[in-house]
């Protein structure tokens, strides 16, 4: 079997209408299988105003606002509905691939047992440890349950590092799962890029040393810790300047906590490229991502990494090499030890530089193409497996017909 035969129904909650790195995976995956000759259909919620255009065939999916204050700009996917269930006939998929535990993935992935279809979910962020943020961390073990359920009921997962997939299977999510890493845009994100004239518009000075966040500026990103620990360095009168690249829901809160940060908004392409290169050091507490695009990104672009040793950041910084991998504290990582090593390189020029060269060497191992055909040969081996156990049952039918 080969990529071309796959005809591949791919479900998202969010496939382009809020900017994300997930969907940004999932974009570059569906053209990268349109390009192998496959077919590929998308199911997700339709908005009038999308961050961006679809990559590919794009199927609504009934849906509502997301439930959850501080989240409204991203929709829950409610189910297939019966024109969904009409379109997926007609489409008539030999693959179903599921990227986001909600309502809708639930029904497709029963919508495919009815049909034998086979099942493979990536898993794209720590969905069970979002509650801490909203004062609702009791309800972590109730969100790990139902996403055992649904993994388990899946012929196989995906997920983009090393550190994600023993957690996932320390959890117990499945015991088939391989490693669909991320790649990053070596032609927007080099030091190269970096702009001094970029940097005085923002109240930049040419020596200053830069401690840059970069993502959506939501709680759940680790905003607290980032905050907590820029407070230590100005109690221990380390120099430094903080820059914000990203906007969302809590950057009201950010700013108020950040006195004196230069907040550059929201960026893509050339000028998110720009930005990321006109930093320094790059620190990223947040403990729920499964990969971390944006510290691969900061890498490419030659900046040192200060991040949590969580899932995703571990699989990518090397500890002492490209960056500083900071032990958690509990549900976070430690705001000392982030400061302790913030402030190493605040301090030292030519370690800053010696890690941050390491690091852009480190990002050249991340090809695209390579990335997506692990995702396409999971397709067909879960294919050719489904098909040769639909052979042998069929086998086992006619010998018992016969003996009969």
Known sequence: ???????????????????????????????????????????APKVPNPDFEPTGDLVGLPNVRMPVKGRGEYRLPTGLGKAVKRELERFQPNIVHLSSPDPAGHAALRWAQDYDIPV??????????????????????????ILRRLYNRCD????????????????DMHDDI??????????????????????????????????????????????????????????RQITHKVLVIGDGPARGWFEANLPGGSFAGFKTGAALGAALASGDIFFNPSVTEAFGNVTLEAMASGLPVVAAGATGSASIVVDGVTGKLVPLAGQSADV???????????????LRAAHGAAGERKAREYSWDAINQVVADTYIRLVERRRAEQDADAAKLKAALDLA
């Open 156 to 171: 196989a997962l995906v997920a983009p590092s090393q550190s994600l997939v023993d957690t996932l299977i320390e959890q």
């Open 178 to 235: 391989a490693i669909w890493s991320r790649g990053v845009d070596r032609t927007i994100f080099d030091p190269s890029k970096r702009d001094l004239e970029w940097r005085r518009a923002h109240g930049l000075a040419d020596d200053d040393v830069a401690v840059v966040f970069l993502g959506r500026l939501v709680m759940e990103k680790g905003l607290d810790v980032f905050t907590d620990t820029i407070v230590q360095l100005r109690k």
């Open 120 to 145: 493979l979910a990536s898993v794209h962020t720590r969905f069970e440890t979002y509650p801490r943020y909203y004062g609702m961390a009791f309800l972590e073990p109730v969100i790990e349950w």
């Open 336 to 350: 000392n030890r982030c400061a302790d090593a913030l402030a190493e390189y605040c301090t030292d020029p030519v």
């Open 1 to 43: 079997m080969q990529t071309s035969d796959l005809r591949i129904a791919l479900f998202s909650g969010n496939y382009n209408y809020t900017r994300d790195g997930a969907n940004q995976a999932l974009n570059r995956l569906v053209e990268y299988l349109l390009r192998q000759g496959a077919a590929v259909r998308v199911y």
